[in-house]
């Protein structure tokens, strides 16, 4: 037996005791037997009539009660029907709103979340074609820059060589010029002897 049954069949059972007690102690001596037989199977009676009014009253407060709980622990769909028409009645369509309402408004939720998660993704998509076509540009450009930095090292190298080319050009050059000055001096001595001599040929 639950609480809540315990709580409305109690004192229905006690009133009723108190009332039978009352009723008999009013002057027990003139009851026979079969008076208290009848108390008896009244008494069962009222304890049985109390235990059915309270669970009768229970029942559908713990069918809120069971209902609350598993809307509390995330089941959406948690209605309640009773078929009492009393304040009982009212409070189950009150819950059955207020259920309705939640499963709503997380429809609702989880929609939001599907469009922001799909305007998220194709954001997310164009950023990345950007970011792509950007990083494309860039190994682009930098290939181009290794291009040139390439030829640029080749036409350093180029010249260097240009370089180590006039100087050797001008060590020949320069020895040329040496053997040239040498040869020129050489004839000009060898044909200062010869004018010398001549002379001397002369005189003599």
Same mark, same amino acid.
């Given at each position: 037996?639950?609480?809540?049954?315990?709580?409305?069949?109690?004192?229905?059972?006690?009133?009723?005791?108190?009332?039978?007690?009352?009723?008999?102690?009013?002057?027990?001596?003139?009851?026979?037997?079969?008076?208290?037989?009848?108390?008896?199977?009244?008494?069962?009676?009222?304890?049985?009539?109390?235990?059915?009014?309270?669970?009768? /009253?229970?029942?559908?407060?713990? *069918?809120?009660?069971? #209902?609350?709980? %598993? $809307?509390?622990?995330?089941?959406?769909? @948690? !209605?309640?029907?009773?078929?009492?028409?009393?304040?009982?009645?009212?409070?189950?369509?009150?819950?059955?709103?207020?259920?309705?309402?939640?499963?709503?408004?997380?429809?609702?939720?989880?929609?939001?979340?599907?469009?922001?998660?799909?305007?998220?993704?194709?954001?997310?998509?164009?950023?990345?074609?950007? /970011?792509?076509?950007?990083?494309? *540009?860039?190994?682009? #450009?930098?290939? %181009? $820059?290794?291009?040139?930095?390439?030829? @640029? !090292?080749?036409?350093?190298?180029?010249?260097?060589?240009?370089?180590?080319?006039?100087?050797?050009?001008?060590?020949?050059?320069?020895?040329?010029?040496?053997?040239?000055?040498?040869?020129?001096?050489?004839?000009?001595?060898?044909?200062?002897?010869?004018?010398?001599?001549?002379?001397?040929?002369?005189?003599?």
């Amino acid at each position: 037996m639950n609480k809540i049954t315990l709580k409305i069949t109690v004192p229905i059972i006690l009133a009723s005791l108190f009332s039978i007690i009352v009723f008999v102690s009013l002057d027990y001596n003139q009851f026979g037997t079969s008076f208290y037989i009848i108390i008896l199977l009244l008494s069962v009676f009222i304890f049985s009539f109390g235990f059915a009014i309270g669970q009768n /009253l229970a029942t559908p407060v713990k *069918k809120l009660l069971e #209902k609350a709980t %598993e $809307l509390n622990r995330g089941n959406l769909s @948690s !209605r309640v029907h009773l078929q009492t028409k009393d304040e009982l009645s009212e409070l189950a369509d009150v819950f059955n709103k207020i259920a309705e309402e939640l499963q709503e408004s997380h429809i609702d939720s989880k929609m939001i979340e599907k469009t922001v998660d799909l305007k998220t993704k194709a954001r997310t998509q164009v950023l990345e074609e950007t /970011l792509n076509a950007l990083e494309q *540009k860039v190994k682009n #450009k930098t290939a %181009e $820059l290794e291009k040139i930095l390439d030829e @640029s !090292r080749a036409m350093q190298g180029q010249l260097k060589a240009k370089e180590s080319e006039i100087m050797q050009l001008k060590k020949e050059v320069l020895g040329l010029g040496l053997k040239l000055k040498r040869r020129i001096a050489a004839k000009i001595k060898t044909r200062a002897k010869n004018l010398n001599a001549y002379v001397k040929q002369r005189n003599a």
